[in-house]
């Protein structure tokens, strides 16, 4: 008899998932249950078509056939909210059950909402879905100035939709510096000197005590803490994501800040794997606990999944073994952040000139992520020494010369 599987979230994480487990065991009887509205879209992709550059179609990965050829239910618009791990089913909002003899939990994350005064009035943005992505369009297009919140990845793509779209933004950061547990001072203001050519003001110990709202209860203003005004009919909101658990509250899933697994993707609870974003993973090459929030990470976290829902439980043939890479494509120079660029013990950077630095973040001498911006040639030999887990607290110079030679470094495989 064919195995049961059902999947939460229709993510990259989830359909890769169910991907793997189609083409491995065609006919399963494989569910995916997700609470949007259309099946898996490229959600980096999104922040083009926001800032206009991009129509909706390319961005859509599967029309809801590709799941009914292959035999897959996709359940659209379906909300899980319960599942009972001893019964071994799964729960929606509008009644349904589903039973299972594997399950995935693929839910990623939802944007926190910043916790000030009038945080949820019109004219305020948050960004994940595509339907997210439209409403910022929209008040972007229809917007004179804008305030952007979050010093981050997100925030910075909806600094680059406000100079896209030509809305006047000031970014308000609370430290000295854009993404300062990943950049230094000396990096980051390569990005401030970008956002300013975009018309985007970066604006340092600074963020968000409240918003003032006309008399429709339109946005009009962000006041920070400091008592400054910044005039706003449009602002995108990034300071990070909720994880999406509540389902699972009355589960023996151990949680924290997201869903605990191994390296094989497996919960503490027998068949309860998890993939993508939600995760936190025993990393084996940071010797830790790990969560990442990156496309090609949850692509493969849901194969390596998929793959060990396929045998036994407590078996595993796959281990998640990776190095995540993020880039960033809004300025006339590349930009790339991988593994875990704010961890570590020690690191070592270097500007090459106006528009070229780079950051390498090192644990117990060991590659373990970094930043490259104007040039990211580095970017495969860096990587293969975080895989390869070479000591290079005797060689952090050769991480800085322009040419990495990956030959140069001891220990590393030939
Ligand atoms: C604007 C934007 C730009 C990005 N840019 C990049 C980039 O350039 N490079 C990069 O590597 N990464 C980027 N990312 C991050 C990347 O998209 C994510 O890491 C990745 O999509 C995570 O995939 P996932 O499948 O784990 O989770 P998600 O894609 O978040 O999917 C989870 C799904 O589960 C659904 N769900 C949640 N709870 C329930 C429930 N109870 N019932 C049913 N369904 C539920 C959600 O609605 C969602 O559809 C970006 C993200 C955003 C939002």
Redesign the pocket.
């Known amino acids: 008899m064919s195995s049961s599987y059902v999947i939460?979230?229709?993510?990259?994480?989830?359909s890769s998932a169910a991907e793997t487990l189609h083409d491995a065991e065609p006919d399963a009887d494989i569910t995916v249950?997700?609470?949007?509205g259309e099946a898996l879209y490229n959600?980096?992709l999104?922040?083009e078509f926001a800032k206009g550059r991009m129509p909706e179609a390319p961005i859509s990965i599967h029309s809801p056939d590709w799941y009914g050829e292959r035999g897959i239910d996709l359940q659209l618009n379906?909300?899980?909210t319960t599942v009972d791990t001893d019964g071994h089913s799964v729960e929606t909002h509008s009644g349904g059950s589903y039973e299972y003899d594997k399950l995935l939990v693929?839910?990623?994350?939802t944007p926190t909402q910043l916790p000030v005064d009038n945080s949820d009035v019109e004219g305020i943005e948050h960004?994940?879905t595509f339907e997210d992505a439209r409403a910022i369009k929209e008040g972007a297009q229809a917007a004179e100035n804008g305030v952007i919140v979050g010093a981050g990845l997100?925030g910075i793509?909806l600094a680059a939709i406000c100079g896209a779209q030509d809305v006047e933004a000031n970014y308000l950061m609370r430290g000295e510096c854009w993404w300062r547990y990943a950049l230094s001072p000396e990096g980051a203001e390569i990005i401030h000197d970008a956002l300013r050519e975009k018309n985007v003001t970066p604006v340092f110990e600074s963020g968000v005590d409240h918003f003032e709202t006309d008399d429709d209860g339109h946005v009009t203003a962000a006041v920070d803490p400091n008592g400054e005004r910044f005039k706003a009919d449009f602002v995108g909101a990034a300071i990070g994501l909720d994880f999406?658990t509540e389902?699972l509250r009355d589960t023996d899933i151990e949680l924290d800040w997201g869903i605990v697994t191994d390296e094989h993707m497996q919960t503490n609870v027998k068949d309860v794997y998890a993939a993508?974003?939600?995760t936190q993973f025993h990393d084996v090459l940071l010797g830790e606990r790990a969560q990442n929030?990156?496309?090609?990470s949850?692509k493969e976290q849901g194969s390596v999944a998929a793959k060990n829902m396929l045998g036994e439980w407590g078996e595993p043939s796959e281990t998640f073994e990776w190095v995540s890479s993020?880039?960033i494509t809004h300025f006339d120079f590349p930009f790339l952040s991988f593994g875990h660029p704010t961890l570590g013990d020690d690191e070592v950077e270097k500007k090459y000139s106006d528009t070229e630095w780079r950051r390498v973040a090192l644990k117990d001498g060991k590659v373990v992520g970094g930043v490259l911006i104007g040039d990211l040639a580095p970017q495969s030999k860096l990587k293969q020494l975080a895989r390869e887990q070479v000591d290079v607290s005797d060689q952090k110079d050769l991480l800085l010369e322009e040419t990495i030679e990956i030959e140069k470094f001891d220990g590393i495989e030939a």
């Not at 249950?33 to 949007?36: A, F, H, L, P, R």
């Not at 693929?106 to 994350?109: D, L, N, R, S």
């Not at 929030?293 to 090609?296: I, L, N």
């Open positions: 939460i979230g229709d993510g990259i994480a989830g249950i997700t609470d949007e959600r980096i999104i922040k379906t909300h899980v693929a839910t990623g994350g960004f994940w997100l793509d999406n389902f993508g974003d939600i929030g990156a496309w090609g949850a993020y880039s």
